[in-house]
Nanobody, 122 residues
Framework: QVQLVESGGGLVQAGGSLRLSCAAS????????MGWFRQAPGKEREFVAS????????VYADSVKGRFTISRDNAKNTVYLQMNSLKPEDTAVYYC???????????????WGQGTQVTVSS
């Protein structure tokens, strides 16, 4: 079992930056793939970014490529999402997820956090 706790959300103006963190419990963090997803009001949850177990492979949604960067620190059991050039359409609850296969991917995750709110004002 893995428990995930997100932090770093908040209110930011368009064009600004935020860094989200997701702290994971458990000794097997370094073997998991990690992902970030988001859900805006009235919309379905969507994939944002994923990183493989060793940090060498990443996958991004087209909507965030070039603006967001996912990274991980296995020594700290933490995954990050650096978000730059934020737009009002990035406003959503952001969720962290973990997958036992260790392979960066867009779906099929095993564990989820509770989410952190990101609001981008225009």
């Amino acid at each position: 079992q893995v428990q995930l706790v997100e932090s770093g959300g908040g209110l930011v103006q368009a064009g600004g930056s935020l860094r989200l963190s997701c702290a994971a419990s458990g000794r097997t963090f370094s073997s998991y793939a990690m992902g970030w997803f988001r859900q805006a009001p009235g919309k379905e949850r969507e994939f944002v970014a994923s990183i493989g177990w060793n940090g060498r492979s990443t996958v991004y949604a087209d909507s965030v490529k070039g603006r967001f960067t996912i990274s991980r620190d296995n020594a700290k059991n933490t995954v990050y999402l650096q978000m730059n050039s934020l737009k009002p359409e990035d406003t959503a609850v952001y969720y962290c997820a973990a997958d036992r296969t260790g392979v960066a991917k867009k779906y099929g995750y095993d564990y989820w956090g509770q989410g952190t709110q990101v609001t981008v004002s225009s």
